[in-house]
């Protein structure tokens, strides 16, 4: 029997959550109000994903690609798509979200610097830095107005709540959740903002050593990605750990700035959702897929049969 992994995360998916524990698992609302349930295909990276600095990227690509199988099951079961997206489909998806986030976040800033003629390299790194925090923000500010969004972001907060509710070893249960913050220290949208910060320190130096003009700039933005994510996730690691701290809270609070963006309080059947994707991700035996009622009652079976049982349905209570 594997032992519970000390930590849990996730991500807010199309009217529902995906939860990564002893499984990956994520759980939709349907039209008709019930939820399905799916384990996917979550292999590790290995050896890649362990050694500091360089695990950054990968841990960040291999986020990407679940991230996007999971928000394709998502639009399917919930309604909004007809069809999953195809392997073809999700490459084509995730290298046009590469090349838009490299060239929109990564290159543009450097242009609109230019025209400033600054010449110190570390106040040109700071000034697009500034300006990359400013399209960042500006983005998620602007995208936060959409309806579709805003419930994605309220399930983004129930995300966090169950997370809290398990690493502070209480039952998953609604009553219990629905206490806790939707800002977590350890959040996706965090990184965001933290590697903006060390994209500062990495072109500052780059720049330092001799990487001027605007070619070697685009060059080196495009080249030094993966450093700039590897060191971003190193310090959210760090931060992580020392959160309980003075200078644990200082560090994490533009993080946790933002995050008051891309979180809302979400609905009582929305933390349900997370709960229920949580508790399956926990359970070491289940394999395929089960719809739900409301209230975590299996009401079909369509997975391996000899791998799959019904949740704790008591710990899966909605009382408030």
Request: proline share 4%.
């Amino acid at each position: 029997m594997k032992p519970k992994p000390k930590t849990v995360g996730g991500q807010a998916v199309i009217e529902g959550v995906m939860m990564k524990g002893i499984n990956t698992v994520v759980a939709v609302k349907r039209k008709d109000g019930s939820i399905a349930v799916k384990r996917l295909k979550d292999n590790s990276w290995g050896i890649w994903e362990k050694i500091p600095i360089i695990r950054g990227f990968f841990v960040l690509l291999h986020a990407m690609i679940i991230g996007m199988n999971a928000l394709s099951y998502s639009a399917k079961v919930s309604g909004e798509e007809e069809e999953e997206l195809t392997t073809k489909d999700m490459v084509i998806a995730i290298l046009l979200a590469v090349a838009v986030a490299t060239l929109g976040f990564g290159v543009l800033p450097v242009f609109i610097t230019k025209p400033f003629n600054i010449e110190s390299e570390f106040w040109f790194a700071f000034t697009e830095g500034f300006i990359r925090a400013f399209l960042v923000v500006a983005y998620i500010w602007g995208i936060s107005f959409m309806k579709d969004i805003k419930r994605v972001f309220q399930y983004h907060g129930a995300e966090h709540k169950s997370v809290f509710t398990y690493e502070n070893n209480e039952p998953l249960e609604v009553k219990y959740a629905k206490k806790y913050p939707t800002l977590h220290p350890r959040c996706g949208t965090s990184f965001l903002i933290i590697t903006v910060f060390a994209s500062i320190i990495v072109f500052a130096i780059t720049g330092g050593l001799g990487f001027n003009s605007t070619l070697q700039k685009v060059i080196s933005r495009i080249v030094l990605l993966p450093l700039v994510a590897g060191l971003a996730y190193e310090f959210q690691r760090f931060t992580a750990k020392i959160i309980d701290t003075k200078i644990g809270k200082i560090l994490a609070y533009p993080g946790l700035l933002l995050q008051k963006i891309t979180t809302k309080e979400p609905e009582k059947e929305q933390l349900e959702i997370g709960l229920i994707s949580l508790e399956y991700a926990l359970k070491e035996n289940f394999d395929g897929e089960v719809i739900l009622d409301n209230h975590g009652n299996l009401l079909e079976n369509q997975g391996t049969e000899s791998k799959i049982f019904a949740p704790d349905v008591t710990s899966l209570k909605t009382d408030s």
